[in-house]
């Protein structure tokens, strides 16, 4: 993240999308691992679609599918993962031993616009990514077949 972007906190009306690696799916099915931390990330990497100002889900995760494609190796089997931030949110709070707040941050990146992060996840993250998980809404291919 460059220190001199401010962030903003996404209002719970809108989505985010989480990009799900392979090894994160079983038979087709994405798994609570896919929304661990990755090792050296200070939190959980999402990207907030509203952001991308596109006039619907279709168009967004086709500029979501670009931005991943300039960054990473987007393998076939990689699943994208959209969630609505308000319900994720309220869903965490009420179902985790400790109430977690769950806090949605957009920090934009000079490669990706749209890029933000779920923070607070940490400590019990195995059980956050659980709760997470139960609020994916929709998956779409990651990779255009």
């Given at each position: 993240?460059?220190?001199?972007?401010?962030?903003?906190?996404?209002?719970?009306?809108?989505?985010?999308?989480?990009?799900?690696?392979?090894?994160?799916?079983?038979n087709?099915?994405?798994?609570?691992?896919?929304?661990?931390?990755?090792?050296?990330?200070?939190?959980?990497?999402?990207?907030?679609?509203?952001?991308?100002?596109?006039?619907?889900?279709?168009?967004?995760?086709?500029?979501?599918?670009?931005?991943?494609?300039?960054?990473?190796?987007?393998?076939?089997?990689?699943?994208?993962?959209?969630?609505?931030?308000?319900?994720?949110?309220?869903?965490?709070?009420?179902?985790?031993?400790?109430?977690?707040?769950?806090?949605?941050?957009?920090?934009?990146?000079?490669?990706?616009?749209s890029?933000?992060?779920?923070?607070?996840?940490?400590p019990?993250?195995?059980?956050?990514?659980?709760?997470?998980?139960?609020?994916?809404?929709?998956?779409?291919?990651?990779?255009?077949?």
């Amino acid at each position: 993240m460059d220190p001199g972007i401010k962030q903003n906190k996404i209002p719970d009306k809108d989505h985010i999308s989480r990009y799900c690696k392979p090894s994160s799916i079983d038979n087709g099915e994405i798994q609570a691992a896919a929304f661990l931390i990755r090792k050296n990330e200070p939190n959980l990497s999402v990207n907030w679609l509203e952001f991308l100002e596109c006039k619907n889900r279709k168009k967004e995760i086709k500029k979501i599918r670009e931005i991943y494609s300039t960054k990473l190796v987007v393998k076939h089997t990689a699943q994208l993962a959209v969630l609505n931030v308000g319900k994720m949110r309220e869903h965490v709070k009420r179902e985790s031993p400790d109430g977690r707040n769950l806090d949605v941050q957009h920090i934009p990146s000079i490669n990706d616009p749209s890029h933000s992060g779920i923070f607070n996840v940490k400590p019990d993250q195995e059980l956050i990514a659980e709760l997470i998980l139960e609020t994916v809404q929709e998956t779409y291919p990651a990779r255009k077949s």
